[in-house]
């Protein structure tokens, strides 16, 4: 009985020593490196696009007189950078003379492993940043006064009653303190929906290219 096509793609596919098998398994190799490339550039861009706002913003802060911010801001996103620049590296090693399927299950291993850790990251990225914002702006020069002092001042005048702790508000303490813990209930949520943005396009061809495969192998 004559194979049909598709068995005859399936079974080329899966034998090595079939005619088509290498034509088939070229032509996935070659969609997986591309597709793959195409996320490594996305990532060294976004990366670089990092150090490039950290240095930028570093020097803006000291320009406009909160230089906590600026140096909280450059150090953690340097962090970022840092443990980013060792997970694609880590993600140059994977060998491309494999067979496409498990290059790609090779990726999808380390993207996976790669959004954990960013996602756990993220959990104190966000609120790490809000507290350089805070920290700035309190003790940003106003008038020979830092502003957060000035603020208090003004608040007092208004609400002599006002309660506070170490010079602080007890109200602007509890603000302060749901909005860290909101950001670090939601960080993780917040760089996923990051991701989606600027990768979703990406990782949707890959899922494709990927169950095609498992079509193909079922």
């Known amino acids: 009985m004559e194979k049909s096509i598709e068995n005859i793609w399936k079974e080329g596919f899966l034998k090595s ?7 088939i398994n070229n032509l996935y190799n070659q969609k997986s490196i591309h597709i793959i490339d195409k996320f490594k550039r996305m990532f060294k861009i976004n990366l670089i696009a990092i150090v490039a706002f950290s240095f930028a913003f570093l020097i803006v802060s000291f320009l ?9 801001f450059f150090v953690t996103l340097s962090v970022l950078v840092f443990i980013n620049r060792k997970l694609l590296n880590d993600l140059g090693k994977i060998d491309f003379g494999i067979s496409s399927y498990q290059y790609l299950k090779a990726f999808n291993q380390w993207k996976n492993k790669q959004v954990s850790i960013n996602e756990k990251i993220s959990k104190l990225l966000y609120p790490i940043i809000f507290i350089s914002l805070i920290l700035g702006f309190w003790f940003k020069d106003a008038e020979g006064m830092p502003l957060g ?32 813990a909101l950001l670090f209930h939601f960080g993780g949520r917040i760089y996923k929906w990051d991701v989606n943005i600027v990768y979703g396009r990406v990782f949707k061809k890959l899922d494709e290219l990927m169950a095609d495969i498992e079509s193909l192998r079922s």
């Open 149 to 180: 002092e000035r603020l208090v001042n003004e608040i007092l005048v208004g609400f002599p009653d006002t309660y506070l702790i170490f010079g602080i508000p007890l109200i602007g303490i509890f603000m302060v303190l749901l909005i860290i």
């Open 17 to 23: 020593d079939a005619l088509v098998a290498p034509k």
């Open 64 to 72: 406009i007189g909160i230089p906590i911010t600026g140096i909280l």
